[in-house]
């Protein structure tokens, strides 16, 4: 498969546990986003890398979600001590460089209960 | 700052008929606008994309025409089917090299 692989497909955790998602872009693409969506709206930029460089934040992001792409591959996104508000489908997306349309990942839903 | 608005909310055709849906940018930097369709449960897809340089682009019963200088682009699904009906998000790329999205559009193509 050469698509963008999203790993789990469901969490269900409580308030105020830690959860790790991953994300695995098509191998030859150098950019890496992640994105929030609720229900009824788009995507919500989060973060996103070029390589394994963090290149911006969205200001949006409290300092409980950490991301990283230790090795410029894959990614994971950290979000800790979580809230009920954190609940949302968490899509990683990638593409080759800007300019290009992203392809995104099956996602990853998150519910805080 | 960034910002795409996306027009109308839900939109209801024939099927057969022609569904327009209208997005407009904040940033006039703004270069590459694509558009994505997203069915129940599944993720964004990529249907067609234009880039500033460009006044419109057509693939088969899609096309996306764009007018920088009022800063909105739309896309036009002609001889709508049933499997066009989805959610469907217009988004630009500012600055920052990142997309920004539109809310969305749910467009239900009725038989």
């Known amino acids: 498969d050469t698509g963008v692989s999203q790993d789990p497909r469901h969490k269900i955790t409580k308030r105020g546990q830690n959860v790790t998602f991953r994300c695995d872009p098509i191998?030859?693409?150098?950019?890496l986003y992640w994105y929030r969506q609720t229900l009824g709206q788009g995507p919500e930029f989060l973060t996103y890398f070029q390589n394994e460089a963090q290149l911006e934040k969205s200001r949006l992001l409290s300092d409980r979600f950490s991301a990283e792409r230790p090795k410029g591959s894959f990614s994971t996104l950290e979000i800790q001590r979580t809230e009920q508000g954190d609940s949302a489908m968490y899509l990683c997306?990638?593409?080759?460089?800007?300019?290009?349309?992203?392809?995104f990942g099956s996602g990853t839903r998150l519910t805080v209960v | 700052g960034e910002n795409v608005e996306q027009h109308p909310s839900t939109l209801s055709v024939q099927e057969g008929d022609s569904a327009v849906i209208k997005c407009t940018y904040s940033?006039?930097?703004?270069?590459?606008f694509p558009w994505y369709k997203q069915e129940l449960g599944k993720r964004p897809q990529l249907i067609i994309d234009i880039r500033s340089n460009v006044g419109e682009k057509k693939d088969q019963r899609i096309a996306v025409t764009l007018n920088k200088t009022a800063k909105h682009f739309s896309l036009h699904i002609t001889e709508t089917q049933p499997e066009d009906s989805a959610v469907y998000f217009c988004a630009a790329e500012f600055r920052n090299e990142k997309l920004t999205f539109g809310t969305g559009t749910r467009l239900t193509i009725i038989p």
């Open positions: 940033d006039s930097a703004s270069n590459y």
């Open positions: 997306a990638s593409s080759p460089s800007h300019l290009y349309g992203y392809t």
């Open positions: 191998s030859e693409h150098n950019r």
